[in-house]
């Protein structure tokens, strides 16, 4: 018997200020994180660091390992994509999160946020230093929320949640995006 009830009642009773702070205070570096066992701090999450693999900037590690623990495998997609910058070809990795509609599979609906940072207007190097609690770690805590509520669920159509890194080059991760799925509906 299918059970319906208000959708913000649903989510509500999916999460809590608690929960949805703690995630920021995670990936700003507020608070530790343990990744694989090992506790570390996310002191930056610019991508130029996340994909150079610096102890200091293990964001994406990190997401992958807790939305692991909160979806299938097989519903997490990591999409590579290359953002040339004048100097060199960097490799930097969208994250893709499926839940595959019931009646429409091939309408998709889309939840995004940038879970890279940047710092602006101050003399922080972002290769040290990034928390970006406001750019964009309460998007990314919306968004591993949601996943918890969407994960006990079913849609009519298909639902992405969508990670993008280089958001702070020029929006790199959501037109890699677009480029790769532009026949998507």
Known sequence: ???????????????SQEEYMSWIRKLSGAEPVTIDGQETTIATRYSYAMFANQDNAKAEAFLLEQIGGIVPASAITVEPFTFADGSSNNTWENIVVTFPGQTNPDEQILYTAH??????????????????????GTGVAALME?????????????????????????MQGSKAYIEAHSADH
């Open 1 to 15: 018997q299918v059970v319906s009830i208000p959708a913000a009642e649903y989510f509500n009773s999916h999460t």
């Open 115 to 136: 879970y890279d940072s940047c710092v602006a207007l101050t003399n922080d190097d972002p290769l040290v230093f990034a928390p970006g609690a406001n750019d964009n």
């Open 146 to 170: 949601a996943l918890k509520a969407f994960s006990k669920t079913t849609f009519d159509r298909t639902v992405k949640v969508v990670f993008f890194s280089g958001e702070e080059n020029f």
